[in-house]
């Protein structure tokens, strides 16, 4: 098979992914502008390969109009990237006025573009083509042009991954923030290989034609990963593990308060210690603190009250080793009122019983 053709394959089925994967989007139930606003993105990415293998082919002759409009798109997805993110962790977020100011520099380069679109099919034709030999310039107004365009677009990719990396402190389980997360550090990557490629061109180290190609290759497998982890994790656009972060100074500060009940006053090792006596130490609602607890540190109270009980179980053992102390009187010193209780959370967290980690100990320190 020729190289082009394979090449031209590979791009039709990531433009192909990525349209089908909108659809399913928009075609679904939706709560909050998550979907829609992913979709929308997927949309612009799949008409940009589709605008640019046509472009590379023949196929373009008979569509022509369709050239150019990928460009302006592009000036949206910036924001996008930043909305869809704050549409995860905010179920109460909208697009109000005051956002379509982020669309300024879309709507700049709508006018600019009036020009190109008011040209007969075989002007756009001859323009593109130009284009796409055309090796920029270190000293060409385009060639700064498109290097702000890199600047615009990384401005709020940082934002956003600082958004979503304070969001993902304090809230661990979010399964759709923390895969946002990831595809946009993969998106971060693909970005850079493009800027890359972009500074160098004009050195003539490489082909026009070939930055092109590769820029289209790489964003083919972009496309393909997010299909690949869209498909196979298709249930986390259907949860809504979500938390209203607008006091998050006062949540972190509960945080440390929950973590300091546990390691500086030790109230672990007391044995009737509930969820809701660890709420009315703190003066919080219960909700709120079993809340923060399953989100910031990703398992249920009781599972933290053990986590620190059996911590203490290890502190003591290895503290005394020779001579050993009574495991049942460890287990009280720890919390726990009975020795089957002990011995469950012990062997749950340790994979070994009790008696078996303390001779162990005995072994390496006789």
């Not at 923060?292 to 398992?299: F, K, P, V, W, Y």
Request: hydrophobic share 50%.
């Amino acid at each position: 098979m020729d190289a082009t053709v394979l090449f031209n394959i590979l791009v039709a089925f990531g433009t192909f992914q990525a349209l089908f994967m909108a659809l399913v989007l928009l075609g679904g139930q939706r709560k909050g502008l998550v979907k829609p606003l992913f979709a929308i993105l997927l949309l612009i990415e799949g008409i940009t390969l589709l605008e640019r293998l046509l472009a590379d082919t023949n196929w373009i002759e008979s569509v022509p109009h369709l050239l150019g409009i990928s460009y302006v798109l592009s000036f949206i997805k910036p924001p996008l990237i930043l909305w869809t993110a704050k549409a995860i962790i905010d179920q109460k977020f909208r697009l109000d006025r005051k956002r379509i100011y982020h669309l300024i520099p879309f709507f700049l380069m709508l006018l600019v573009q009036i020009p190109f679109y008011l040209m007969s099919a075989e002007e756009k034709l001859a323009f593109v083509r130009s284009f796409l030999e055309k090796v920029p310039s270190y000293t060409s107004f385009d060639f700064y042009l498109s290097l702000s365009f890199f600047a615009y677009i990384g401005i709020y990719l940082v934002l956003t991954l600082r958004l979503l990396s304070v969001y993902r402190q304090h809230i661990k389980n979010n399964s759709l923030a923390n895969w946002n997360y990831r595809i946009l550090l993969l998106y971060s990557l693909v970005m850079g290989i493009n800027l890359v490629y972009f500074l160098i061109l004009p050195s003539g180290w490489i082909e026009a034609p070939i930055f092109h190609q590769i820029s289209m290759l790489v964003m083919t497998f972009l496309i393909q990963s997010v299909a690949y982890s869209f498909f196979s994790q298709a249930e986390i656009f259907s949860q809504n593990v979500q938390a209203d972060l607008s006091q998050l100074q006062q949540r972190a500060k509960d945080e440390k308060r929950i973590t300091a009940l546990f390691e500086i006053d030790k109230v672990h090792l007391e044995d009737t210690l509930s969820l809701d006596q660890f709420a009315a130490i703190l003066q919080l609602p219960k909700k709120y603190v079993s809340d923060i607890i399953n989100q910031s540190m990703g398992c249920s109270f009781k599972e933290l009250l053990n986590d620190y009980r059996i911590a203490e179980a290890l502190s003591i053992m290895r503290e005394n080793i020779n001579p050993k102390k009574n495991l049942i009187d460890i287990a009280y010193d720890c919390g726990y009122t009975n020795k089957v209780s002990f011995y469950r959370s012990f062997k749950k967290k340790m994979g070994m019983a009790p008696s078996s980690y303390y001779q162990k100990l005995t072994t390496i320190h006789p």
